[in-house]
């Protein structure tokens, strides 16, 4: 089968479209897919540059979200049959731990991602367990397959974060960085739904600009504006309830000086760095939450998408590429270029 791999770790320049063993037959449980469309993500670009705990078997097949037409079910799956179209959830889990037996499968002591841990979704078939492959809901117009292939990871994500984990409520106000990535645009959708108000950022107008028109309340440019300073303008020197991180070092100081007295800080992200001061005496005094969050549990995905089958958080997408492009589409992304998904067409 034609996969996009990665022949060693050092970047997206290892990036290349080879012809690879076709993704294994499915043993009982699993299903496999013959993916049509393939999204990319933060995670993606740091599996290229050699992510510690990354698979270091080469080729590696990237691409953790993927959409496609079951191809073949293994021993005892009812779930879906040959023929069906899904949308795979990424977050692979074991269905036996103590984590999972209580529902939170994102806490899995076995939790692995598909291009990561395992062989990924930018192929034309991926195995999966049947749990992972989900019948995409019928919509009018009907849900593309780049649109199919971009929901999940970020939507999973930030379901989690800012429903389960900071409890979003309506009427209050939450400050969200860097609106162009995948998981910061479908957070800002998400609290529009629960009726928050929104303070996005980007150092870049026109990300804004369309930020706006996704329903951003008030936008800051983070390059040119002094966001801390801003938002307590913004909330009569009060901040903000919730912060919506995944920048991490550069951001960090900021959104704690944003947040309100007993306010929820959520990150699921370092992109700009790991390490971050935390003086314990600001955290007890002003009683703050400072929650982390990554991908979701079962419950969670089925509630995103039964949300997407009423028409809500359709995904926003940014460019579609050809297979033969992928290296293009990881460029864009690793230029941050982009609002809302990249996504490669594996079979078009
Ligand atoms: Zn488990």
Request: proline share 5%.
């Amino acid at each position: 089968m034609r996969a996009c791999v990665l022949t060693a770790t050092g970047g997206i320049d290892k990036l290349q479209i080879m012809e690879v063993p076709d993704a294994p037959a499915p043993q009982a449980g699993e299903v496999r897919v013959s993916v049509r469309a393939a999204a990319l993500n933060h995670l993606d670009l740091f599996v290229a540059s050699g992510l510690p705990g990354t698979a270091e078997r080469f080729p590696f097949i990237v691409g953790a979200d993927g959409a496609g037409i079951v191809e073949t079910v293994g021993p005892g799956v009812t779930s879906v049959q040959p023929g069906d179209r899904v949308m795979i959830n990424p977050g692979i889990s074991d269905y036996s731990c103590e984590f999972c037996r209580a529902g939170e499968h994102s806490l899995c002591v076995n939790y692995r991602l598909l291009g990561e841990h395992l062989p990924g979704t930018m192929a034309e078939l991926v195995t999966v367990p049947a749990q992972n492959a989900v019948r995409g809901p019928n919509l009018s117009p009907a849900l593309t397959w780049p649109e199919a292939a971009a929901f999940s990871l970020v939507t999973l994500t930030a379901w989690r974060m800012v429903v389960t984990r900071a409890q979003l409520r309506v009427g209050e106000t939450a400050l969200i960085w860097g609106i162009g990535g995948g998981v910061s645009l479908t957070s800002m959708r998400i609290a529009k739904l629960f009726g928050a108000r929104v303070i996005a950022t980007s150092s870049d107008d026109a990300k804004l600009a369309a930020a706006r028109q996704l329903g951003a309340d008030v936008t800051l440019n983070h390059r040119t504006q002094k966001v801390a300073q801003e938002v307590r303008a913004l909330t009569n020197k009060r901040g903000v309830d919730v912060v919506v991180e995944n920048v991490g070092a550069a951001t960090w100081e900021d959104s704690l000086r944003c947040l309100r007295r007993g306010g929820r800080l959520v990150t699921c992200g370092a992109t700009s760095g790991p390490q971050a001061a935390l003086d314990l005496r600001r955290l007890f005094w002003h009683q703050w939450s400072i929650l982390g969050s990554t991908m979701g549990n079962a419950a969670e995905y089925a509630e995103i998408v039964r949300r997407l089958g009423q028409g809500e958080l359709r995904p926003v997408l940014d460019r579609v590429y050809p297979m033969a492009q992928a290296r293009q589409a990881f460029e864009r992304l690793a230029n941050g270029q982009q609002l809302g998904k990249v996504v490669v067409e594996v079979r078009s």
